[in-house]
């Protein structure tokens, strides 16, 4: 199973393993990046609706995404594409509970 051997490492006192393992790069999933850009855009956009204030908008979205507003702007700025898509959409909040049922979606 991944991480086991670090993980027993960590218990059983080798250290040598976890200090290789902090200097590798992790890749990530690109589709599973692609799914939380997804639902953070449209969080976004439902948010912007209830409070025009960008920076309250992007500080709320960095905590429900454990990410820093930072990166949440930069994300934003390259899916202004699929912003523009969900604007003229305009998804009901009941299609977004239906999509993204693990948000709370209520005014």
């Not at 199973?1 to 218990?11: A, E, H, N």
């Not at 003229?88 to 993204?100: A, D, Q």
């Amino acid at each position: 199973m991944r991480g086991r051997r670090t993980l027993d490492s960590i218990v059983y006192g080798e250290r040598a393993d976890c200090q290789s393992h902090a200097k590798r790069k992790v890749c990530r999933d690109p589709e599973l990046i692609r799914r939380r850009n997804e639902i953070l855009v449209h969080r976004y956009f439902f948010l912007v609706q209830k409070n025009t204030r960008y920076e309250t908008v992007v500080k709320t979205l960095s905590d429900e995404f454990y990410l820093s507003t930072v990166t949440i702007a930069k994300i934003l700025t390259d899916q202004v594409d699929r912003l523009l898509q969900i604007k003229r959409e305009k998804p009901s909040i009941k299609e977004l509970k239906r999509h993204f049922p693990h948000f709370n979606w209520t005014n």
